[in-house]
């Protein structure tokens, strides 16, 4: 990562007597995107309002290219916004929507037309110049909230869910699009979203806010493969969750079997839960008898056709785990008993 261009410390942020934020403390690198993913009420769009100075906090510092942010208005910081809504002005054209930030800057005529069209080509919209708002469809509206937000060059450009409002077709097809321009240009972000598939396609890092802490920031990969906790992980939908305790034998004991203490994640004096990833299981064969990891014997639950899996739910000692499993060789029908075998280094034992 390159040097920090944003510090945040220590922020703490409560309303009515009830914290929103606790102890939050992150660093952002100049050109890094960095997506605040949570549930809603997890506090990812006030930690923005406090990014951006609508909101101030109760205590903590945020610093941005070394400076002290705290007796600094908004409308001083010339961060970038772009919202869910997009506020648009419905009663001027996609050109001026473009040029509104240049003008609040005063930049000669001839700049602002150039960069207007810079941005319009950017985004897709070349000749969409004189087009009402309202003719736009919503993918084309958000291009344009996008191209107004980028226009005046912010240092910091802060989206709270500006694709939320679209459907999940659109939306698939504009994150990618949207990382491309965002580091095309080499633009600092913070991007809220409750939606994973848009974190893990935008963000070079992501933030997990859960029940008012910072749970865990890290690389849409490492976030996914090594959840920090079980909380994290169950937000991640990686749901196979089993408790397990170290035996005397130096085993790591689970309902399912032991297991070495040697394995990756997996520390000698560690307990507590083991996390079976959904995609870390196959149907046994003969030969897992020789590698480490665990045999589960069970009744399928259910079998789900998903395209490039099945998706099988299996009732096994007490637990219901779910795994996505090869089409081939297919596995039983719901009602049928199933062998699997979860491979020993796909496992997880999480704090």
């Known amino acids: 990562m390159t040097s920090a261009i944003l510090t945040v410390d220590k922020l703490h942020k409560s309303y009515q007597g009830k914290p929103l934020l606790q102890d939050i403390g992150f660093t952002l690198g100049e050109g890094e995107i960095l997506c605040l993913l949570g549930p809603s009420g997890s506090g990812k769009t006030t930690l923005l309002r406090l990014l951006a100075g609508l909101e101030r906090p109760d205590s903590g510092t945020i610093r941005f290219a070394g400076r002290d942010l705290a007796e600094t208005p908004p409308h001083r910081r010339n961060f970038g916004m772009m919202f869910q809504e997009y506020a648009l002005f419905p009663h001027k054209d996609v050109w001026e929507n473009v040029a509104f930030g240049l003008r609040m800057q005063r930049l000669p005529a001839a700049r602002t037309a150039g960069r207007v069209e810079e941005m319009l080509h950017l985004v897709g919209l070349e000749g969409f110049d004189h087009r009402r708002v309202d003719e ?9 909230a996008l191209a107004r937000s980028l226009a005046p060059r912010p240092p910091l450009l802060l989206l709270d869910e500006p694709l939320g409002s679209l459907d999940r077709l659109l939306r698939d097809r ?9 580091k095309s240009l080499g633009v600092t972000a913070v991007f809220v979203t409750h939606d994973q598939g848009e974190a893990y396609s935008i963000a070079d890092r992501i933030a997990i806010l859960q029940e008012s802490r910072l749970q865990q920031l890290a690389a849409p990969e490492e976030l996914y493969l090594r959840p920090a906790n079980r909380l994290v992980a169950s937000f991640l939908g990686l749901t196979n969750l089993v408790s397990c305790r170290l035996g005397q034998d130096g085993l ?6 032991c297991l070495p203490t040697n394995l990756a994640g997996v520390e000698p004096s560690a307990a507590g839960t083991l996390l079976l990833p959904p995609e870390g299981a196959r149907l046994a064969g003969e030969i897992e008898a020789l590698q480490p990891g665990l045999v589960i014997v069970g009744l399928v639950a259910s079998r789900v056709f998903q395209g490039a899996t099945y998706r099988v739910v299996v009732d096994s000692c007490g637990h219901r785990l779910a795994f996505n499993l090869p089409l081939t060789p297919c596995p039983p029908e719901a009602g049928l008993a199933m062998t699997l075998f979860v491979d020993g280094d796909s496992l997880l034992l999480l704090p």
């Open 252 to 257: 790591l004991h689970s309902p399912f079997g």
């Open 174 to 182: 504009l994150t990618g699009e949207i990382r491309l321009i965002l």
């Open 136 to 144: 736009l469809s919503g993918g084309e509206r958000q291009r344009v």
